[in-house]
Nanobody, 121 residues
Framework: QVQLVESGGGLVQAGGSLRLSCAAS????????MSWYRQAPGKERERVAG???????NYADAVKGRFTISRDTAKNTAYLQMNSLKPEDTAVYYC???????????????WGQGTQVTVSS
């Protein structure tokens, strides 16, 4: 089994910063990619940022220039540094990882339980 645990959410004023962490544990051979998604009340879940082999990254247009995704491969941990936060960034943020549990397996997606980020105006 694989578990993803997010941390670092909270309440912050507009213009402030937060850093989210996502730690993966369990039977893991390698993690080709990790991503952050978010879901605001009444809205669909949307992808915010992703990081891939070779530390290639991509971002949703809404967060480009403000958010930075990174990872510590040795710790199976991804981070999301969020700067210049806006009230519209308020959402539950979820971590997703594509995990190979052995060299012979296919990659399967796993999700964390989510962490609330609230940005006040």
């Amino acid at each position: 089994q694989v578990q993803l645990v997010e941390s670092g959410g909270g309440l912050v004023q507009a213009g402030g910063s937060l850093r989210l962490s996502c730690a993966a544990s369990g039977t893991i051979f390698t993690i080709p990619s990790m991503s952050w998604y978010r879901q605001a009340p009444g809205k669909e879940r949307e992808r915010v940022a992703g990081i891939y082999s070779g530390d290639r990254t991509n971002y949703a247009d809404a967060v480009k220039g403000r958010f930075t995704i990174s990872r510590d491969t040795a710790k199976n941990t991804a981070y999301l540094q969020m700067n210049s936060l806006k009230p519209e960034d308020t959402a539950v943020y979820y971590c997703n990882a594509e995990v190979l549990r052995s060299r012979f397996s296919n990659a399967n997606p796993y999700w964390g339980q989510g962490t609330q980020v609230t940005v006040s105006s």
